[in-house]
């Protein structure tokens, strides 16, 4: 066929392929109609006056809420896919981003994770499973600009015909903006694999830079809850990755595949409530990561608060009743042998009770009885302000803030770490507040501060719930310390405590969800590990990882963490072996700068080459060399622009960028949106169309792992990268 013949035979494949695709956005107008109808019948059935009614309106409302949020969210790119069979007589099949039948019921569209769709992704042309041609439709909202084939089955006598250059080319070359594409249009057979391995205990995913790891780790989460909806979505599915900027960066995925029942948390977001950006210094981050500060929390837990009354004194009846330190620390250590520290709060009042009971001596006093002592007792003031001091309902905060004392760090390190370590701690948590007067804010705490507070909230345990119903008081003189008609002790919780600490933390058994995955997960810390595992002890999981990437110094200590956190669940492993994101040009040069550091990389093939070598420039004026690099780059490139640099200098090179407004003028569309500059480890998981490296050495120089973080840098730059060294 000549070159004319081939573009009308392409357009006239585009005209046909528009005409499906308005008959399915017109079915898709009238299913989300049809849901809007249900919603509005299920308000109606509130009124029928009876307790069913609104029970049927709950379910109704829920189901087409939630019909009407997926219709909404697939409207982008719908239909990507068509596959003509072998089979004579079959009629093409369609893969969209939901199933969607017409008002005859017939399939219209075939949901990507459904069975029927699996050899979408999986034939090729040694094995087509039946497929003769594979169809990628490329759409701009709801026109078809392109379509792209592959023909698998040759053998076959067919007048199918084939264009395009292929689809996954055609999606690997665009230029990339500020957040992940989903690619169920071109998941490829390996990936594909991973994404539907069944939901039995871990399934981890492995491959070097670009390999489409976390992609397809989204796709994973998105097939789960399509498979088992009712499990993940009444359990919850938890998805971690290293930063709020990747979080950022992944969050559409899920919503345009139509899920939107998936939590995704940075490792400084997993304990509701608290929320941090910021990283410890690498040197303290060391510390407060590794598997000994388990040890240190334990301790931290069961220390005396500070500032609490060393001693209780009540004058009854007769006897002058004393509680000294020794007495005081007999009846703690007895109230922490029978469980965590705060699960002992209605406990607390019994056991100092039985403690003076036992010295009552007086007459008087013994006549009345255990009862009268106790009522006595429990109506004065002192008492009960005693208890709450020296027995408090604790906070997580508020018991690592206990650290800030070095003599209370001395006391709970002593054996575990080292006065160098305990140093470095002590800087980091700062002077020594007052209790209750400057209270911590969440600004207070770092990203690895976070997995310290969950292990103390654990050892710490909840404060019990109020007993509600059931409630023996008759022979428990303290249940009514729970009972709303004793608003001191009871509301000292309920009230107090939440309006002084606004981050006061849900229960601890709320936190376990149904499924787990982590991204990136070479990179969590023993400590982050404990964290994490916690809220999957009887989820499958889905881990994430390369471990050249890692830039934890200790990975042995890690992988003890690690299996520790996943139990003795299966594990079924899947490696992905090509680099979706490099061109080839830059991907060699990352891999050289492996070999050569000798870092232990696992190297994917690239399989996009654009002729050109990432650049190796010394300059003499780095703020000027800078510049000229940003401005080639933004020129060269359309999408994102990543400036990373040493974080030392992170906040010269943002102010000079901020200055730089010609190359707001040479940026596209006038703005400096699509450039950012970046340390190397924030660029973790991310990637940018053009990519300058400020002082690669330094970078290198800053912490212990900087080859391994350097190489990470390395690995983003989808088109152009420059290093700039003086
Ligand atoms: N099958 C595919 N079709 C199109 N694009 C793909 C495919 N697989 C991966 N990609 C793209 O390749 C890039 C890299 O993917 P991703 O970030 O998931 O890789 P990764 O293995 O997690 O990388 P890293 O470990 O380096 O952070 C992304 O832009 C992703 O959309």
Known sequence: ?????????????????????????????????????????????????????????????????????????AHEGLVFGRLDLSTPGEAP???????????????????????????????TAADPQGVVRRRVLRCAGAKVVAVEDDLLDSEIETDLVVVGEGA????????????????????????????????????????????????????????????????????GVLIIGPSGVFMRYIERVLPSLGETAVALRSLGEVVDGLRSSRHDEPAVADVKGSARMAELMRRTARQAVPNAPRDLRVFYRDDNLVLGPRELAAVR???????????????????????????????????????????????????????????????????????????VLGRVAEGVLSRGDQALLSRSFGPVREPREVR??????????????????????????????????????????????????????????????????????????AHVLVDEAQDLTPMQWRMVG??????????????????????????????????????HSFHLSTNYRNS????????????????????????????IDPEERTVVDLREGTHDAVKELAGAVEGTIGIVVPAARRDQVQGWLEGWTDLAEAAAGGSLARVAVLTGLETKGLEFDGIVVVTPDEIEAESVTGRATLYVVYTRATQRMITLTT
Do not use: C
């Open 1 to 73: 066929m000549d070159q004319a013949t081939n573009d009308t035979v392409a357009q006239q494949e585009l005209e046909h392929e528009q005409e499906f695709v308005d008959g399915v956005y017109e079915q898709l107008e009238r299913s989300t109609k049809n849901a809007q109808e249900l919603a509005r019948e299920g308000h109606g059935r509130a009124h029928l006056g009876h307790e069913g009614g609104l029970v049927e309106r709950d379910a109704m409302v829920f189901q087409a809420a939630k019909r009407i949020a997926t219709l909404n969210a």
């Open 93 to 123: 099949r369609y893969i969209g981003r939901i199933g969607l039948r017409d008002e005859d019921r017939d399939t219209l569209l075939i949901d990507w994770r459904a069975p029927a769709a699996a050899v979408f992704y999986q034939a």
């Open 168 to 235: 996954l080319m055609a999606q690997l070359s665009r230029a990339r903006d500020r957040t992940m594409h989903s690619i169920v249009a071109t998941i490829q057979a390996e990936q594909d694999k991973a994404i539907r391995a069944p939901s039995k205990g871990v399934v981890s995913i492995s491959g070097g830079p670009g390999t489409g790891k976390t992609v397809v780790a989204l796709h994973r989460a998105a097939f789960l809850l399509y498979s088992d909806r009712a499990r993940y979505e009444r359990g």
């Open 333 to 407: 250590r007895q109230l922490l042998s029978q469980g965590k520290r705060n699960r002992q709060v209605p406990r607390v009042a019994n056991a100092l009770l039985d403690a003076m009971w036992r010295q009552v001596r007086g007459e008087r006093g013994r006549e009345r009885g255990r009862e009268e002592f106790n009522d006595t007792l429990l109506g004065t003031a002192a008492f009960v302000d005693f208890v709450l001091s020296w027995w408090p309902p604790l906070d997580a905060t508020d018991v690592l803030g206990w650290l800030r004392d070095p003599e």
């Open 440 to 513: 911590t804010t969440p600004d207070d705490w770092s990203i690895e501060d976070i997995a310290l507070l969950d292990e103390l909230r654990y050892e710490l345990g909840d404060v019990p719930q109020k007993p509600r119903g059931d409630r023996d008081d008759d022979n428990d003189p303290l249940a009514h310390l729970f009972d709303d008609e004793v608003p001191e002790l009871t509301t000292f919780v309920d009230r107090d405590a939440p309006r002084q600490n606004p981050r006061t933390t849900v229960r601890v058994e709320d936190d376990g969800y």
């Open 534 to 571: 916690r809220r999957g002890r009887v989820a499958t999981w889905t881990v994430v990882g390369d471990p050249a990437q890692s830039s934890w110094p200790v990975p042995a200590e890690a992988t003890t963490a690690r299996e520790a956190a996943l139990g003795d669940k299966p594990r």
């Open 584 to 611: 080839s040009e830059i991907y060699d040069f990352a891999a050289r700068y492996a070999e050569r550091v000798g870092l232990d990389a696992d190297l994917p093939n690239a399989v996009r080459a654009t002729g």
